[in-house]
């Protein structure tokens, strides 16, 4: 029987037709995603079982459910229109085989740029944790995700190598940018393990706009990144090695000093990059004289004090936050990705990092209607709610398919 406000929909609509992702298709909605498969020359030429516009919200599905199978994953995203009669008899579930075709038809370029399109900072002046003095808090980090043991896998991405010898999987590799007041990873770059933090973050760094600070970990400082996101107008508050060679231009009076760094190849030092150090030792906690030493972009100390960048670099943690709802949560800490060739674990991870950004929209929009902390809230109970919505509001769509 028919859910109260469901209305007839007309005799030559197909079920597929009206497939969605519950409350997220407010973030997914048709409209974008049928703009995306046209600029990437994915709309199907024929009616197809698996219709491109299907295979777009299937690919975020298996992020959504990434413990249950190929087949169940599309019962879930038709379950909620199966009550109409004119569905029962016209539509089946596609087999495992039909969905592998149709994931390969659609590739990975269209899950790229649906994240791309929906991936931006959301935090406006006055919510909390999400600026310093003005400055909107992003930080950069990378992470990784363990892929199938298949031919095709194993000769593209890497397997890391331990103490103990080779990781037992191959590992693809994400670096991120994160606006730290609200979880959302608003730009990202993948590739194999093998290619490193740096250079994938390379790829994200033209994200960055004047207004930011950018928190970062020692792995990240180099010369010419350095430069790349001083190019784009952001500031910079990364941890640097304590073994890096800084030629000291002048104290200053909240305790941090300028000094000058250089390009490795630059040996006669006729190229100095000036920076504000700031050091310290943590006293408490483990490891109770751990020391730091902060490279900043911000040179006077009016403007940003010293021991308010020292405390404010803890949140550059709020990434590992992230990435832990991404991996423990949302993969529901499932050992490896599903796909088997390079093309679909890119596609798959795409997809992934789209969902995130999907949650993050809904829990953020949700805290602003009552002026409350997104962070505040739960990320697993929002996931939960996005999973209830896809089986029971479906929303239908005059629109045809793509």
Excluded at 129 to 157: K, M, P, W
Excluded at 366 to 395: Q, Y
């Amino acid at each position: 029987m028919p859910r109260p406000g469901w209305r007839k929909q007309p005799e030559d609509s197909r079920l597929t037709d009206h497939l969605s992702i519950g409350v997220l298709t407010r973030t997914f909605s048709r409209e974008l995603i049928d703009s995306i498969l046209s600029s990437t020359g994915k709309v199907q030429q024929r009616i197809r079982l698996l219709p491109s516009r299907v295979m777009i919200y299937y690919i975020l599905a298996l992020s959504l459910y990434p413990q249950d199978s190929y087949e169940e994953v599309m019962r879930h995203l038709s379950e909620g229109l199966r009550w109409a009669d004119q569905f029962r008899s016209s539509w089946s579930v596609p087999s495992k085989v039909a969905i592998f075709k149709a994931r390969l038809r659609l590739g990975a370029e269209p899950m790229k740029r649906l994240y791309e399109a929906v991936a931006k900072p959301l935090a406006v002046p006055g919510d909390a944790g999400a600026f310093y003095r003005g400055f909107r808090l992003v930080a950069i980090d990378g992470t990784s995700l363990s892929v199938a043991d298949s031919a095709e896998n194993l000769a593209h991405f890497s397997k890391p190598t331990t103490p103990l010898g080779e990781a037992a999987y191959a590992k693809a590799r994400i670096v991120g940018l994160l606006e730290c007041g609200t979880h959302t990873i608003f730009a990202a770059d993948v590739g194999p393990y093998s290619t490193a933090e740096q250079v994938l973050a390379q790829g994200v760094i033209d994200q960055l706009k004047p207004g930011m600070l950018c928190l970062g970990d020692r792995g990240f400082f180099s010369y010419d990144l350095w430069q790349q996101v001083a190019s784009t107008g952001a500031q910079v508050l990364w941890r640097a090695k304590v073994n890096y060679r800084i030629e000291t231009v002048a104290e200053l009076e909240d305790g941090s000093y300028l000094g000058n760094v250089y390009h490795h190849k630059d040996r006669a030092k006729r190229h100095p990059m000036m920076v504000r150090v700031i050091e310290y030792h943590i006293t408490e906690g483990e490891d109770p004289d751990l020391f730091y030493r902060l490279f900043c972009s911000i040179t006077d100390p009016e403007i940003a004090p010293a021991h308010e960048l020292a405390a404010l670099y803890a949140k550059r943690w709020e990434i590992e936050s992230a990435f832990d709802e991404l991996k423990t949560h949302q993969f529901e800490a499932r050992r490896v990705l599903r796909s088997q060739s390079p093309e679909l674990v890119y596609q798959e991870i795409w997809g992934m990092l789209a969902l995130h950004v999907g949650i993050r929209e809904l829990m953020y929009d949700v805290s602003a209607s009552s002026r409350g902390d997104p962070l505040s809230l739960s990320f697993l109970g929002s996931l939960r709610t996005a999973r209830t919505s896809a089986l029971m509001s479906p929303g239908f769509s005059p629109r045809g398919p793509r």
